[in-house]
């Protein structure tokens, strides 16, 4: 901690439009930080924001800047095999090797500009679903209070904090009213801790801090006012990020992508140095065989992969764009799709959504003015979080004609997740004060000492009818809450938690929220995509069983927050199976429930919009959160559904798989056929008395297959690759690339000896042939492998199928073309065209066998 106070000591620099800031400025008084920033009680005008946020933008996170087009295409160049290229082209030019050097230039500048191209056109679609879902602050601007987007915030502003608000940047606290922030994501620690204006010392540390609020925490219950001294770079969350340039954690599928690359690694490393030394043995042109043996592993590896990873997000997150779904974390869309476990709350999601008051009853269970009449003025008078129960309780004391006017606030105790309830403090004209308790009915019942009109005495007995009701209730589905009051005396200072004691019981409220009428077939439709659903809620778990077997979900078994304190974290691994329902659960509880069915290897998402769901959401493989919600619950998903429907969440899944199906097949596609070629040139180099291709020629071999390879992004994808969810996995991956490649190698072997022997082919002749029959059988095989099914039964996309027809056309013409000499291309006679588009066919009648085999194989396999 004393490290950290040292280190977000330094004066940072301010903004051209902003005035300059003291250290250490929580240990100053307010009126003199209010007059350094320029600010005042009223918050800044709009011009004064304005001139501020244009000297301030340099400050924004690094993190959140969007790339450049010239950094995108600086990023291209960053691969290592493209450097090797590059270097090993400027040792030819030194040899004097000024063909070969050029040749292997221009393809490699072919290459990096495809790659530069598709990403850029990625990125700014991106960039554009991603400005749709923003977090907003409540900013005062001309003593008006303004929803801004948070990145509007300046240093001098008066942001208004409640619960659920996520920071937007670095301030003190003015006023406060129970405000309790968690700021783990900076100091490590477990509990909220409590924000209250004040003095603290100039060198204190980060956590000691009480009177300061930071950049990225959020607020976990209470109201405050905050006055932002340092935004962007300035603030502790910003210089951590700029000095430890921090990435999420990888996805499945970028280990995945990882462990496949460190696969490839291996196998180029022993080809290189294997080639190279048997070439350089032979006493062959030293400079030649570095650039053959560098160009085959070019030549094995599928260089365009991490810009068709981009392009088939990017098509991805567009078209779940339009079905109603926002991608804020592009890798996680593979994830969406291998999900195999979504937890959810019920409301809004197997439920209508709309909640409404369906009674207001005293504690013997009759219909009550007086308590719906309590209950609306705990209502009216909340400020701190907003939500649907509250509005519910004011439009049935509105339409029953109850009225607040003769009513003053006098204070407020917020509402938290321990308390499970809401206070507040009302004076009548006469000047008496009640204090009016709305929650949890366990919590409410905890604080009462009497029930009902005539105050009777809370016995054993009365609890027990009170018992009986809110079971049978809970049973019928109602949610239930308590309402309590109790006179209060007058004081000058605030109310606390301490004066929730000894009330009186008025009665219950009771809300109804009827299941969608489309949610049964919406969870078939899920279960038959492999994706079972299971619900944590925080309500009682009757009425949380009493939902789950409205919409047909299977609750035998029912999990409550209390069973699971008292449950190890591997009895906790056992029991997530087999558990459909988590009831009364709490967010710390919520997250164990996620982790435990990860670590039943499960791939997990979560669905959750409240403060409470925050913790779940971070830990879950898929974040799912809606643009109704809360900040903090926003910014922690991967996903944010304009609309809070499972049935645009099933099409969205369905998407993220066949997002990763496309990508997946230009792995596929591009690694056997490229292992097959690249082996059987490696094997042709030991017999042959000559470079059985150039450096050159393998280059553009590999540069013309990867243009349909682009277009692989926009393919149709098979009914079955969408109808179960699928995993990245390194040995199929292997084993498709051994049993494909091997093929492909044979049919190469074949070719030399059709070239060697039948046509007697000179080495141009030679290369120009085995050119030809390598790019035609990439080409035609690619729209044989991408599909499980008879490649005659799986229709291509338009792209992929207009850009192979294209490519072979140019291949078939490209050894006539004029230029073709200087690729070291020579004119083929007809028989011999003939008979490479024969080898061509019968390649694939081979592989379609082989195909038929290797997926029976596999299937078995997983069973």
């Not at 049978?472 to 005396?489: D, E, I």
């Not at 682009?710 to 690339?737: G, H, K, Q």
């Amino acid at each position: 901690m004393y490290f950290l106070s040292r280190l977000f000591q330094k004066k940072p620099a301010t903004g051209a439009g902003a005035p300059a800031l003291a250290e250490a400025y929580w240990s100053l008084p307010t009126e003199q930080l209010m007059g350094q920033l320029g600010a005042s009680a009223n918050g800044l005008s709009r011009r004064e924001a304005g001139a501020r946020l244009k000297g301030e933008r340099p400050h924004a996170l690094k993190a959140l800047k969007k790339a450049s087009a010239l950094g995108l295409l600086a990023n291209q160049f960053k691969s290592p095999l493209v450097l090797i290229l590059i270097v090993a082209s400027v040792i030819s030019l030194l040899a004097a090797e000024w063909m070969d050097a050029g040749m292997v230039l221009v393809v490699v500048l072919g290459s990096t500009l495809l790659g530069f191209a598709q990403e850029y056109i990625a990125g700014n679609a991106i960039e554009k679903l991603r400005s749709r879902i923003t977090i907003h602050s409540l900013v005062l601007r001309d003593g008006q209070a303004k929803n801004l987007p948070s990145s509007r915030v300046v240093r001098g502003d008066i942001v208004l904090l409640n619960a659920g608000s996520l920071i937007p940047a670095d301030g003190v606290v003015l006023e406060a009213k129970d405000f309790f922030i968690n700021q783990a994501v900076l100091t490590g620690e477990t509990f909220p801790v409590e924000k209250k204006p004040g003095l603290v010392a100039g060198n204190t540390s980060l956590a000691e801090r009480s009177n300061c609020v930071f950049m990225g925490t959020s607020v976990s219950s209470g109201t405050a006012r905050v006055l932002i001294a340092q935004t962007g770079q300035a603030t502790v969350f910003g210089q951590i990020a700029g000095k430890l340039a921090l990435r999420p954690p990888m996805t499945e599928f970028e280990r995945g992508i990882q462990r496949f690359g460190y696969l490839l690694t291996r196998i180029m490393l022993v080809m290189v140095v294997a080639v190279l030394a048997i070439n350089i043995f032979m006493d062959r042109p030293a400079v030649s065989s570095l650039l053959f043996a560098l160009a085959l592993a070019v030549g094995l590896t599928p260089e365009l992969l991490p810009a068709i990873v981009s392009i088939t997000l990017s098509h991805g997150a567009k078209r779940m764009a339009r079905l109603g779904v926002i991608v804020r974390r592009l890798n996680s869309i593979e994830n969406l799709g291998s999900m195999d476990v979504l937890c959810t709350d019920k409301t809004g999601t197997l439920t209508a959504g709309v909640v409404a008051l369906d009674g207001a009853v005293d504690s013997a269970g009759q219909p009550s003015t007086a308590v719906l009449r309590l209950a609306g003025i705990n209502a009216q008078f909340q400020s701190g979080l907003v939500n649907p129960l509250d509005d519910a309780v004011l439009a049935a004391a509105h339409q029953a004609g109850v009225d607040f006017r003769a009513l003053q606030k006098v204070d407020e105790i917020p509402y938290d997740f321990v308390r499970k309830c809401l206070s507040v403090v009302a004076a009548a004209a006469s000047g008496a004060r009640t204090l009016i308790t709305k929650g949890a009915l366990d919590k409410v019942l905890a604080m009462c000492t009497s029930a009902g009109v005539e105050g009777a005495p809370l016995d054993a007995a009365m609890r027990a009818r009170i018992d009986a009701l809110y079971e049978a209730w809970s049973t019928q589905g109602y949610r239930v809450l308590g309402v309590a009051s109790r006179q209060v005396p007058a004081r000058s200072g605030p109310y606390g938690r301490e004066e929730e004691q000894g009330l009186c019981f008025a009665g219950f409220l009771l809300f109804m929220d009827p299941p969608k009428a489309d949610a049964r077939q919406t969870l078939l439709d899920l279960a038959q995509r492999g994706v079972q659903l299971k619900i944590i809620t925080g309500d009682n778990r009757k009425v949380a069983r009493h939902i789950a077997e409205a919409v047909g979900l299977p609750a035998v078994s029912t999990l409550s927050g209390h069973e699971l304190q008292d449950m190890g974290d591997e009895a906790l691994m056992h029991a997530v199976r087999a558990t459909t329902v988590f009831a009364e659960v709490d967010p710390n509880q919520k997250e164990r429930i996620i982790l435990a069915l990860q670590k039943t290897g499960h791939v997990v998402g979560y669905m959750g919009d409240g403060i409470n769901d925050a913790l779940a959401l971070h830990a879950a493989d898929v974040g799912i959160s809606v643009d109704t919600a809360v900040d903090v619950a926003k910014d922690a998903a991967d996903f944010i559904l304009l609309r809070k429907d499972l049935g645009i969440l099933r099409l969205g899944i369905d998407e993220g798989r066949r997002t990763f199906a496309n990508t997946l097949k230009y792995i596929l596609t591009t690694i056997s056929a490229n292992f097959g070629n690249m082996a059987s040139m490696a094997v042709a180099s030991l017999f042959l008395p000559f470079l059985p291709l150039l450096a050159s020629q393998i280059l553009l071999n590999n540069f013309l297959s990867d243009i349909p390879g682009a277009a692989i992004a926009s393919d149709r994808v098979d009914p079955e690759w969408v109808a179960r969810p699928r995993r990245w996995d390194t040995l199929f991956i292997r084993n498709y690339m051994v049993r494909f490649g091997l093929i492909s190698s044979a049919f190469d072997l074949l070719t030399f000896a059709i070239l060697l022997w039948v046509f007697k082919s000179a080495p141009e002749e030679f290369r120009t042939g085995w050119f030809l029959e390598s790019l035609l059988t990439e080409l035609v095989i690619a729209l044989v492998v991408r599909t499980r099914r008879p490649f005659y039964r799986s229709r291509p996309g338009n792209l992929l199928l207009g850009s192979t027809l294209a490519v072979i056309a140019l291949a078939l013409v490209l050894p006539y073309l004029p230029l073709s000499a200087v690729f070291g291309f020579v004119p083929l006679p007809a028989p011999l065209v003939l008979a490479l588009i024969g080898l061509t066919l019968a390649y694939v009648f081979v592989v379609e066998v082989a195909k038929k085999s290797f997926y029976a194989r596999s299937e078995n396999a997983d069973r």
